[in-house]
């Protein structure tokens, strides 16, 4: 008889912790698949990211994985949804053995509503520990008599709730997510204000696929040069929030909030970076340290940038919609492999063009001083 496995939850997101139910489920019940059968977020409470996307984020996190198949639809959380999720799992296995994986807390959300024990007599279910749980639930299911194995594997320590509080500090939560999990988070913006939809309000159409293209960069070269993606994230969606502010505008604020920038900036195009750090600070609550230093430096860097802040100045200068320009090629290929020599190139590009224009290039100095010293 076929046996398989059925692994039903919210998946918001999915984690390590995930992976390693289904591997360990696998292995010693010899399945010959596992369903993923994602249910719906409760419809009050805590906001879920869009069913799309965590079906999205369990195809990546389960790729290469064998024998998983992930259904499309939701079902609710319910034992009415329960049902109707095996119900489907059942058509086409009506030959197999069916192994429920939850963890002790599921098992006793289940006993305790009405009518669950003839579905949950229908099947076997797999148990996994969570950290502080207990042997309520197993030893009360064996005492109605459902079919209750443990799966042997270490409690789980992590869960989808450390993974959100992980990605609101701006972390790629490295211990809990798989890193392509991470970067899918990243390039959608889940579990973070929606800045995107922010800034296209506060731009024009052209500016704002500038923005995303940023974004989008900015998020691929961090997992290449082991910046955090988060912040990376934040920082190109932000680097332009002041760009199309009128230059009265930036003037004002600039001397409300740092009048020191007024002394070095003193055009449009200067001036956007510091006073858009300030506004991510004061208007978006921004309070990362490193992403504000990435906003306010992306146009001239600085001595010292952190990792952060070259991807974001590289980004800047190679996202897809950039009209060409004679080097753009080389430090896209560049970005690849030496994010340092990168913003190097990108940096004299831009000295050579703006004195080309006649123009003195006052700006960003001790950036390329630092960065002609460090790559040589």
Known sequence: MRRIGV???????VHFGDLRVARAAMEQLALEEIVIVPFQAPASGRAAAP???RLDMLTIAFSGVQGIAIIENEYEQTLAGLTDALRAVRMGRQDADIFLLMGTDQLHSWLAQRNSLPVLRSVNVALFYRRESSDEARLRAMALNVRVSILQMPALTISAHLARAQIGLLSDAPEVLPQPVAEYIA????YKPPYAAMMRSQMTQKRYVHTLGVKDTAVRLARLHGASMQQAAVAGLLHDCAKCLPIGKLNALARRYTPDSLKEFTTGALLHGPVGAQLA???YKVKDPDVLNAIHWHTVGRAGMSVLELCVYVADAIEPSRKDY???SEIRTLAQTNIKAATLKAMLATRDYVL???????AGADALGDLQQQVG
Do not use: A
């Open 51 to 53: 069913r799309r996307d």
């Open 7 to 13: 692994f039903g939850g919210l998946f918001d997101p």
């Open 281 to 283: 600070r004061v208007k």
């Open 326 to 328: 004679p080097q753009l």
């Open 356 to 362: 080309s224009t006649g123009q003195g290039y006052l």
């Open 187 to 190: 390039l959608q913006g889940l």
